[in-house]
Protein backbone atom coordinates (compact mmCIF):
# COMPACT_ATOMS: atom_id res chain seq x y z
CA UNK A 1 0.00 0.00 0.00
CA UNK A 2 1.90 3.36 -1.60
CA UNK A 3 1.83 6.47 0.73
CA UNK A 4 -1.22 8.72 0.64
CA UNK A 5 -1.99 11.93 2.01
CA UNK A 6 -5.57 11.97 3.59
CA UNK A 7 -7.82 15.07 2.12
CA UNK A 8 -10.12 16.30 4.92
CA UNK A 9 -11.94 18.43 2.41
CA UNK A 10 -13.15 14.94 0.37
CA UNK A 11 -13.97 13.59 3.65
CA UNK A 12 -16.71 15.68 4.78
CA UNK A 13 -17.90 15.56 1.36
CA UNK A 14 -18.91 11.68 2.23
CA UNK A 15 -20.57 13.07 5.65
CA UNK A 16 -23.86 13.93 5.28
CA UNK A 17 -25.44 13.43 8.73
CA UNK A 18 -24.76 15.88 11.65
CA UNK A 19 -23.49 15.12 15.35
CA UNK A 20 -21.99 11.99 13.60
CA UNK A 21 -18.28 11.88 13.69
CA UNK A 22 -16.38 9.53 11.35
CA UNK A 23 -13.07 8.33 11.76
CA UNK A 24 -10.55 9.52 9.26
CA UNK A 25 -7.15 8.35 11.06
CA UNK A 26 -5.81 6.72 13.79
CA UNK A 27 -2.50 7.27 15.82
CA UNK A 28 -1.96 4.65 18.12
CA UNK A 29 -5.07 4.17 20.61
CA UNK A 30 -5.93 7.91 19.16
CA UNK A 31 -8.36 8.82 16.53
CA UNK A 32 -8.89 11.42 14.56
CA UNK A 33 -12.90 12.01 13.82
CA UNK A 34 -14.59 14.48 11.62
CA UNK A 35 -17.66 15.78 12.31
CA UNK A 36 -20.34 18.38 10.79
CA UNK A 37 -22.31 19.99 13.76
CA UNK A 38 -25.53 22.42 13.82
CA UNK A 39 -27.88 23.04 16.59
CA UNK A 40 -27.38 22.07 20.48
CA UNK A 41 -25.79 18.73 21.45
CA UNK A 42 -26.37 17.44 24.84
CA UNK A 43 -24.86 17.68 28.66
CA UNK A 44 -22.02 14.79 28.62
CA UNK A 45 -18.89 14.06 30.32
CA UNK A 46 -16.03 11.90 29.55
CA UNK A 47 -15.08 10.83 32.85
CA UNK A 48 -11.77 8.69 31.88
CA UNK A 49 -10.46 10.77 28.91
CA UNK A 50 -9.56 14.46 27.46
CA UNK A 51 -11.24 15.47 24.26
CA UNK A 52 -10.15 17.84 21.50
CA UNK A 53 -11.91 19.98 19.57
CA UNK A 54 -10.20 21.35 16.36
CA UNK A 55 -12.38 23.74 14.29
CA UNK A 56 -11.97 23.86 10.57
CA UNK A 57 -15.14 25.80 9.04
CA UNK A 58 -17.77 27.59 10.92
CA UNK A 59 -17.70 28.78 14.77
CA UNK A 60 -18.10 26.62 17.97
CA UNK A 61 -19.53 26.94 21.17
CA UNK A 62 -19.22 24.74 24.26
CA UNK A 63 -20.67 25.38 27.30
CA UNK A 64 -19.11 24.13 29.92
CA UNK A 65 -20.43 24.38 33.91
CA UNK A 66 -20.17 27.88 35.03
CA UNK A 67 -18.31 29.12 31.54
CA UNK A 68 -18.17 28.71 27.83
CA UNK A 69 -15.62 28.91 25.32
CA UNK A 70 -16.17 30.21 21.66
CA UNK A 71 -14.08 28.77 18.69
CA UNK A 72 -13.84 29.67 15.03
CA UNK A 73 -11.72 28.63 12.42
CA UNK A 74 -8.31 27.37 13.26
CA UNK A 75 -9.10 26.86 16.81
CA UNK A 76 -8.43 23.90 19.14
CA UNK A 77 -9.87 23.76 22.63
CA UNK A 78 -9.67 20.48 24.83
CA UNK A 79 -12.48 19.78 27.19
CA UNK A 80 -10.17 18.04 30.20
CA UNK A 81 -11.89 14.56 31.38
CA UNK A 82 -14.76 14.71 33.56
CA UNK A 83 -15.55 18.08 33.11
CA UNK A 84 -19.55 17.92 31.42
CA UNK A 85 -20.00 20.15 28.30
CA UNK A 86 -22.29 20.67 25.57
CA UNK A 87 -21.28 21.72 22.20
CA UNK A 88 -23.36 24.03 20.08
CA UNK A 89 -23.17 25.62 16.49
CA UNK A 90 -25.36 28.19 14.99
CA UNK A 91 -24.55 27.09 11.77
CA UNK A 92 -23.19 23.73 10.17
CA UNK A 93 -19.33 23.70 11.29
CA UNK A 94 -16.78 20.95 10.20
CA UNK A 95 -14.94 19.78 13.28
CA UNK A 96 -11.60 17.98 13.87
CA UNK A 97 -12.42 15.72 17.22
CA UNK A 98 -9.40 13.70 18.89
CA UNK A 99 -9.90 11.01 21.29
CA UNK A 100 -9.33 7.85 22.15
CA UNK A 101 -11.06 4.49 20.48
CA UNK A 102 -13.82 3.50 21.61
CA UNK A 103 -14.88 7.35 22.96
CA UNK A 104 -19.14 7.62 22.70
CA UNK A 105 -20.22 10.73 21.37
CA UNK A 106 -22.35 11.07 24.28
CA UNK A 107 -19.61 10.25 27.03
CA UNK A 108 -21.96 7.97 29.82
CA UNK A 109 -25.41 10.24 28.86
CA UNK A 110 -26.08 7.47 26.06
CA UNK A 111 -29.59 8.50 24.51
CA UNK A 112 -30.68 8.84 20.61
CA UNK A 113 -27.88 11.23 20.05
CA UNK A 114 -25.18 8.24 20.42
CA UNK A 115 -23.63 7.71 17.45
CA UNK A 116 -22.35 4.31 16.22
CA UNK A 117 -18.78 4.19 17.43
CA UNK A 118 -15.50 3.37 14.97
CA UNK A 119 -16.99 4.83 11.05
CA UNK A 120 -14.54 5.41 9.15
CA UNK A 121 -14.72 7.61 5.73
Known amino acids: MGAQA ?28 LV ?4 EFIWHD ?15 RIDLEGESVELGAGDLYVVPKGRRHK ?8 VLLIEPRGVLNTGCEGGPRTAQN ?3 V
Open 46 to 60: HPDTDEAFLVLHGRL
Open 36 to 39: RLQG
Open 87 to 94: PSALEETQ
Open 6 to 33: INLRSKFEQITQLWSPRVVAQLNDYQFK
Open 118 to 120: DLW
